[in-house]
Each structure stands twice: as C-alpha cells, then as structure tokens.
C-alpha cells in the first residue's frame, strides 16, 4: 500500500519577490501542479483530461498553509501529498513541500478539493475506480 505521493517541480528564479525569497503564492502554483500530476496517476493517464476523466473536474474548498522556511535559490522541490480523508465527491490531503533532497520543511498544510459534475457544476460522487485508487494511498 501507498501512502504518500511526491512530485518534484523546478523553482525558477523570477518566481522570487524583492527579498529574494519564493513569493509565498507560488508555492500554491507548484502544489496545484503536483495535485494534477497525482490525479493523472491515480487515474493511470499521461495527460490532464477533464473531458475523458470526470474525476479531474474539482474545485478547491479549502486550503490551509503553514509556512517555515522561506526558499532563497531556484532549484527542485519535493511536493508531497497524503490523503488525509476522502469522502463521497471530496478528498483532504495533507502536503509538505520541502527543497529537493533536504530535511527542512519549507511549507505545509492540507488542501480539500471536491469534484463537481461537468455538466450541472454541483457537487458529485467520485468514480469507483478513482475512488479505489484513492483508498490505496490511505
């Protein structure tokens, strides 16, 4: 059994403010993209595809942010996903995100995301295989 998904994203330097730190929103674009890298696993595809796979169609409902260590240099980071609890048509997952290869957490957190119907846009069940595929990493 699973139970953590990593996705290493490359910082690049004009993702830095005036401080010469990563500005804090960016670090919500790289976890953004680390969730769809983990849905297309989960979903056994090598594209992002809403149209074919109804359980890519998700808004966010929730996002809490702890931030430790600001990041001074571009480079890779490790975005690291848990699932926390999935329930009917909703999934909360837990990160850490922390520069490649180091020890030092950079910022952490948990994101709910639910998924909606594509046609109505109200909230709808999780396929039963996506679902499956969920219940592994827990």
């Not at 993702?15 to 979903?43: C, N, P, V």
């Not at 409902?61 to 480079?75: E, Q, V």
């Not at 709808?124 to 827990?138: G, V």
Request: negative net charge.
């Amino acid at each position: 059994m699973l139970n953590h998904f990593t996705y290493k994203s490359d910082v690049f330097f004009d993702e830095f403010d005036a401080l010469g730190i990563l500005h804090h929103t960016r670090y919500m674009i790289h976890l953004e993209r680390a969730q769809q890298k983990f849905f297309e696993s989960l979903l056994g595809v090598d594209d992002f595809n809403p149209t074919r796979d109804e359980d890519i169609y998700v808004v966010v409902h929730s996002l809490n942010t702890r931030f430790r260590k600001p990041l001074a240099t571009p480079g890779k980071i490790e975005v690291c996903y848990t699932i926390d609890r999935i329930r009917s048509g909703g999934v909360t997952m837990k990160f850490t995100i922390r520069a490649a290869g180091e020890d030092d957490l950079l910022c952490s957190g948990d994101r709910t995301v639910c998924k909606l119907s594509a046609t109505t846009h109200t909230p709808c069940p999780w396929t039963e295989p996506f679902r499956l595929a969920m219940e592994a990493y827990t």
